[in-house]
């Protein structure tokens, strides 16, 4: 009987160390993310890592004024963004928020600094000029999302 513990020791699956994201998030902190729906969605799931997703983003103060659009209507390109989730850089309360998401929602993501810009050692550059440094709302419509086949390691070719 010893020889078949062993054995079943030997091929127990290994703990894969924790991502750089896995280890992003343990920093989060109770009630520094927080969600207010404002169009629920449709469809069973929200996204999962590995998934493409596609968002419109609009960034405001607590105050109201406005930061940063992805929408042409204040401002914007008009163009939506597209990550890789878990791939790709983004900030902290993104990566924590979107997968909660439903394709066609609309949200409102009240973040503190440490989730946005304001994180130690964050992924992604803020704009000059950008109020890192205190609480944002972050308008987030989820337009779609399906798994991605990444091609290239730079995430320059997805399928």
Same mark, same amino acid.
């Given at each position: 009987?010893?020889?078949?513990?062993?054995?079943?020791?030997?091929?127990?699956?290994?703990?894969?160390?924790?991502?750089?994201?896995?280890?992003? @998030?343990?920093?989060?902190?109770?009630?520094? &993310?927080? %969600?207010?729906? +404002?169009?629920? !969605?449709?469809?069973?799931?929200? /996204? =999962?890592?590995?998934?493409?997703?596609?968002?419109?983003?609009?960034?405001?103060?607590?105050?109201?004024?406005?930061?940063?659009?992805?929408?042409?209507?204040?401002?914007? @390109?008009?163009?939506?963004?597209?990550?890789? &989730?878990? %791939?790709?850089? +983004?900030?902290? !309360?993104?990566?924590?928020?979107? /997968? =909660?998401?439903?394709?066609?929602?609309?949200?409102?993501?009240?973040?503190?600094?440490?989730?946005?810009?304001?994180?130690?050692?964050?992924?992604?550059?803020?704009?000059?000029?950008?109020?890192?440094?205190?609480?944002?709302?972050?308008?987030?419509?989820?337009?779609?999302?399906?798994?991605?086949?990444?091609?290239?390691?730079?995430?320059?070719?997805?399928?």
């Amino acid at each position: 009987m010893a020889a078949n513990e062993d054995a079943a020791h030997e091929f127990a699956p290994k703990k894969k160390p924790p991502s750089e994201d896995e280890k992003r @998030k343990k920093k989060i902190v109770p009630g520094s &993310l927080m %969600k207010a729906l +404002m169009r629920p !969605g449709g469809g069973g799931a929200g /996204p =999962s890592d590995g998934d493409q997703i596609i968002y419109h983003c609009t960034i405001r103060t607590l105050d109201g004024v406005l930061v940063e659009s992805t929408r042409s209507d204040y401002g914007g @390109k008009g163009i939506p963004i597209r990550h890789v &989730l878990g %791939k790709s850089k +983004m900030l902290l !309360g993104l990566l924590e928020g979107i /997968p =909660s998401m439903l394709k066609g929602e609309v949200a409102m993501f009240k973040m503190k600094p440490q989730l946005h810009y304001g994180e130690d050692d964050c992924p992604v550059s803020a704009p000059d000029g950008f109020p890192k440094d205190d609480d944002l709302h972050f308008e987030i419509e989820l337009i779609e999302f399906f798994k991605a086949k990444v091609v290239t390691d730079d995430l320059g070719v997805v399928k």
